[in-house]
């Protein structure tokens, strides 16, 4: 062969290749499943709660990452436990993590707890199953990530930081895996059920900053299926109408996020009523319609990535919450993310088998 067919050749190869790779590449980023048929795939979902969100404990020294995991009582997680859920059934599992712990002085997140993070991640991941990875003590009454438009600049730089580390870690992994931009924000005043206008214009903003930096780091990050959740993760009609789709180069890969303790009175520990009644279960229903109508209305998936109802002795009644809400968030087209309980860590046996079988009746799942 002549060294001109030889180039020739060389060159066609070249570009053929090339135009292949870039094939595949588009072909695989396509198939990332957009955010309505991820949720549509989604069954019964669970928090390992307390754990990577724990931020430690007053007097305990804490030096390496399965101490600041276990500072807030629960054991270190484990393969066998994460396994006894896909078993059982449930295929989504929420890892709220708190981030400021492990940050140096620039922001940088530790190294030993950023691969903590992956492991557990990797637990989730190598099961099949759908993983949501958050920023999450951040937020809240004490945290520092607020929906403040005094402060945002500071706050966004540090936010879009933190963000970028995470981003960047896991680009590579695939379509089950799901980003949270954050847990429960609240304004400075820690403010719960309402805020103010300019309140929900800085909440608004970080969520767009969220989806344009998580995008910026390339990778299947260009298509990963981004949460964004209302202001405390509410509900309610003053919240949802100040909720903002943020802006997106690829549509349809956004889903929405509330929070359910609805009725409070039955759901939080401290008030008395251990009954469900039918007048509780109609609020359970307004507050389910008014969500999935209003996402409707935005055209995005909602999911609930936390509930539950705490125990008050009220097993019985506890599981009529627990089958009534699964089958009416299954039929608004809805996913619940139960809030921790359910198992005991240590020995990875059913604790509240009961409420277990009752999410996966709702749902019209027989027990596996």
């Known amino acids: ?3 001109m067919k030889l180039t020739n050749t060389l060159w066609k190869t070249g570009i053929a290749t090339i ?11 396509q198939e990332f499943e957009k955010a309505r048929d991820a949720v549509r795939n989604m069954r019964i979902g669970w928090n390992l709660g307390n754990t990577l969100d724990a931020t430690g404990k007053r007097g305990r020294t804490l030096s390496h990452p399965t101490d600041w995991e276990t500072s807030w009582g629960q054991p270190v997680t484990t393969r066998e436990m994460i396994h006894e859920f896909k078993l059982r059934g449930f295929n989504v599992i929420r890892i709220p993590v708190t981030w400021y712990p ?5 922001d940088s997140i530790d190294r030993k707890w950023m691969e903590r993070v992956a492991e557990i991640i990797d637990y989730v991941i190598d099961e099949g199953m759908y993983c949501i990875v958050n920023i999450h003590h951040d937020t809240g009454t004490h945290g520092w990530l607020n929906a403040d438009p005094e402060n945002y600049p500071a706050i966004s730089r540090r936010f879009k930081a933190i963000w970028h580390q995470i981003a ?21 005043d820690g403010k719960w059920d309402h805020s103010s206008t300019g309140n929900y214009a800085a909440i608004n903003l970080l969520a767009q900053d969220f989806v344009d930096i998580v995008r910026s ?10 949460i964004v959740t209302t202001y405390s993760a509410n509900g309610g009609e003053t919240t949802l109408s100040n909720y903002r789709v943020p802006g997106d180069k690829h549509p349809g890969h956004i889903i929405g996020e509330i929070h359910f303790y609805d009725p409070q009175d039955f759901c939080f520990p401290e008030n008395k009523p251990t009954v469900y ?11 389910i319609n008014r969500v999935a109508d209003h996402f409707d209305s935005l055209d995005i998936p909602v999911i609930i990535g936390e509930i539950a109802a705490f125990d008050k002795g009220n097993t019985a009644e506890r599981v009529k919450f627990s089958r009534f809400v699964a089958s009416e968030t299954k039929r608004r087209g809805m996913v619940i993310v139960w809030w921790m309980g359910l198992i005991d860590r240590k020995s990875c046996r059913w604790s509240e088998p009961e409420i277990v079988d009752a999410l996966f009746e709702g749902i019209g799942m027989k027990k596996q």
């Open 19 to 29: 135009c292949l790779m870039a094939c595949l590449h588009s072909a695989s980023a």
């Open 168 to 188: 960047v870690r896991f680009r590579n992994y695939g379509e089950r895996l799901l980003f949270e931009g954050f847990n429960e924000m609240l304004d400075k």
């Open 102 to 106: 492990h940050l140096n002085g620039n």
């Open 277 to 287: 009644t039918e007048e509780f279960r109609e609020i359970s229903r307004k507050v």
């Open 1 to 3: 062969m002549t060294n």
């Open 217 to 226: 780091t390339g990778g299947n990050n260009e298509w990963r299926n981004l």
